[in-house]
């Protein structure tokens, strides 16, 4: 017969058996498990603008204000601001308790620092210090701007949803060069970034900053509002292959596909378990980029060839494929959709595409067959099919095509080369950004005439730049979009770019995810239902 002590060890062991797979039961369901579109390549936000990044920072870090779904900046971090000397002095007032995945206070110097970072490689936040006569931290909880002259979008820029994003990091991490990778990772967002667990290429995790202390005000929209977090983790996994992707949501083995390859949607909405939406809130806009400064497209003909004969419904379909209502096929320079989208200007795109006028182009010119480059990044599928009939298009006009299949990290990494073809230099690639980042002329870093200064292609257009200043110091949103239709108008006529269309990616999850805020890949207010 067993002793008292000795039936009491038994039936404590048999009670902490049954109990330990409902425990490990609710662990699972406190972990969120997500497969990003590409490899978290780097982890600091502010060094590279690529949307998987910049996912990762919402993540880990805050801002100072966050633009809702309405693309107005409200508060975040920041308490409010008060305006001074007819706008030429803004003062903002941190919110009180505000600390660092660390331990340490937010002070108005980590913001001062964050922003002097940021501001070296946002196209918004350059403009917003060429304004500043003097930004610094009146004590640890007031940011104070003193303007050369009033400058009324400040909380819009430093509210903007475009990558790179002015988040707030530590003071002795802002200080690094902009152009140098923050190695640590240190925020004081909703969630807290496990280093220790990062496995490069595969598998990242995430879990719940206990000490962080959501906006008591506004409604969850886009990046405004709350940030309520219900999942004690989240877990990124990178599956590169498609249908691998696919089916590890179908089989349940992942909560969250971000973006599923077009032609396997259809097998997804199949099972009752998945839900499809759009991923973001307004569409993807795809853009051919090119080399100025080298042969061939430091000719303006030869530039203007490209967009005589491209066909956006073309590049459209082979990303998308062939349902008019996943894209457009009349896209400008801004992303379509947005307040600044606008039909002035843009006859090259809606003008009847026509080889022979591009051919006619590229002999008034006097091109000589010099090679065009083009770099098409495998990898990655959009981009795939945007390369391929990118390729298609300069054969078909009589470009000298030199086709270099390649890897989007590659590519990323050569386009910083402004050497010409003979030293590893480049002539042209297509790409998509999210909506967001491309939705305003101020913000679009692709929407700028300011050569060796500006983003890799380096057009030059004194035009572009003046009537950039303008759309700054436009008085009034009417104004601003009067003078996006001018931009667009200069900017199709020299050829910065070449628009491609632009196209809605969808989103699929499991059906007991609610909450999810709309806009790009959020993780706070998303629950388990």
């Known amino acids: ?65 966050g633009m809702d779904a309405n693309y107005k900046p409200q508060p975040q971090m920041a308490e409010g601001h008060v305006l001074e000397d007819g706008g030429r002095t803004v003062t903002i007032t941190l919110r ?23 501001a070296r490689r946002a196209a918004i936040g350059g403009k917003l210090m060429d ?5 610094s931290a009146l004590d640890d909880r007031r940011i104070r701007f003193r303007l050369k002259e009033p400058f009324p979008l400040l909380p819009h820029a430093l509210g903007h949803v475009g990558a790179p994003i002015p988040f707030i990091m530590p003071e002795r991490l802002a200080r690094t060069d902009a152009f140098q990778q923050v190695r640590e990772v240190v925020g004081s967002g909703p969630f807290r970034f496990k280093a220790d667990e990062m496995n490069p290429g595969s598998f990242f995790a995430y879990e719940r900053f206990a000490g962080y202390k959501p906006t008591p005000t506004g409604t969850p929209s886009l990046v405004a509002g709350p940030k309520q977090v219900w999942f004690d983790r989240v877990e990124w996994t990178v599956i590169p292959d498609a249908s691998t992707g696919a089916a590890a949501i179908q089989s349940g083995e992942q909560d969250w596909l971000e973006a599923p390859e077009p032609d396997l949607e259809r097998m997804l909405a199949r099972s009752n378990a998945l839900r499809i939406e759009p991923l973001e809130l307004i569409m993807r806009p795809a853009y051919l980029r090119l080399n100025h400064p080298h042969p061939p497209f430091n000719n303006v003909k030869v530039r203007q060839a490209l967009l005589a004969a491209v066909d956006q419904a073309s590049f459209m379909s082979a990303v998308i ?3 008019p209502q996943r894209y457009v096929s009349d896209a400008g320079i801004v992303t ?9 200007g843009l006859e090259p795109i809606l003008a009847p595409r026509s080889t022979d006028r591009a051919k006619a182009l590229l002999k008034e010119g006097g091109y000589n067959n010099e090679p065009a480059r083009l770099l098409v990044a495998m990898d990655v599928g959009a981009q795939a099919a945007l390369g391929q009939v990118a390729g298609e298009l300069f054969r078909g006009i009589g470009l000298n095509l030199d086709f270099v299949s390649t890897d989007w990290g590659s590519i990323l990494q050569r386009t910083t080369n402004r050497e010409p073809l003979e030293k590893g230099g480049w002539s042209s690639y297509a790409t ?38 303008e759309w700054f110091r436009a008085p009034d949103e009417e104004a601003r979009k009067a003078v996006a239709g001018r931009m667009q108008t200069v900017a199709l006529e020299e050829v910065l770019f070449v628009p ?7 989103t699929v999850m499991k059906r007991n995810l609610e909450g999810r805020v709309p806009g790009m890949p959020l993780f706070w207010n998303m629950k388990r239902a």
């Open 336 to 344: 379509p959709g947005s307040p600044y989208a606008t039909r002035v």
């Open 131 to 135: 304004f500043t006569d003097e930004l």
């Open 432 to 469: 998509f950004f999210p909506g967001l980042d491309l939705f305003d002329p101020g913000a679009n870093a692709v929407l700028r005439g300011n050569g060796l200064a500006g983003a890799n292609g380096w057009p030059t257009s004194a035009k572009l730049e003046a009537l950039r200043d």
């Open 500 to 506: 491609l269309g632009a196209f809605r990616s969808n």
């Open 321 to 323: 494929g062939p349902d």
């Open 1 to 65: 017969m067993l002793g008292r002590r000795d039936a009491l060890k038994l039936a404590l062991a048999g009670a902490a058996t049954a109990y330990a797979p409902a425990v490990h039961a609710q662990a699972a369901a406190r972990t969120l498990k997500f497969v990003p579109h590409s490899n978290l390549f780097s982890v600091d936000p502010i060094w590279t603008p690529a949307a998987v990044v910049r996912n990762h920072g919402y993540m880990v870090f805050d801002t100072l204000y």
């Open 96 to 118: 009180p308790g505000l600390t660092f995945h660390d331990g340490e206070p937010v002070r108005a110097a980590d913001a001062v620092a964050s922003i002097r970072r940021w």
